[in-house]
C-alpha cells in the first residue's frame, strides 16, 4: 500500500504543502519532562492513554512502522491505517511524523513533537496537513478542523497527565 497523498515527510521539514488543511498546536509541559514525553509518544503510550486504539507492528515509532489508529467505540470505532514516515530522538527533539495509508477518512499527515527549548522550558506540538479522503470526511466539512484542534489538545493534556505521574 503507498501513501495517500504525495508530500510524504513534509510534517519534518515545518514546510506543510497548500491544498491541506493546516494544524500548528502546542503546548508547554512541565520542566523536566522531556525524556518521559517523548517516551511516551514515541511508545504509543499518549495515544493508548487517550483511549486510541493503536495496532502496530513495532513497539515504538520508526520510519515504516505500520500503525491503525482506531478511534470510538464498538461498531463506531473508526479505523485510520497511517505509516510513521519520519522519527528523530536526540537531545532537543522525540517524536515522529506519520502518514495516511488508503482506507484512513483522511489524507495526509501528522506529525507529535516533544521539544526542550534552550532555556529547559519542554514542549509538546502537533503539526499536521490533512483533507478529506471519504465521504463521511467530506460530509462533515467545518467539524472535522475543530475535532483535529480538540484532539491536539486532548493529546496535550493526556500527556501532561502521564508525566505529571513520573516527576
Known sequence: MGFTYPEVGATGTGRLPAGYRHLRWRTELAPGVFEAAGAAVLTWRMHRAMGVRMTTDAPSAAPGVAVTAG?????????????????????????????????????GEEAFLVELADDGRVWFTVIAFSAPASRLTRLAGPVVPVLQRAYAWWCGTVLRRLTALRR
Open 71 to 107: 478511534l470510538g467505540l464498538g461498531r463506531l470505532r473508526l479505523a485510520a491505517p497511517c505509516e510513521v514516515v519520519w522519527a528523530v530522538r536526540d537531545q532537543r527533539r522525540i517524536g515522529f511524523g506519520y502518514g495516511t495509508l488508503p482506507g484512513h477518512p483522511m489524507r
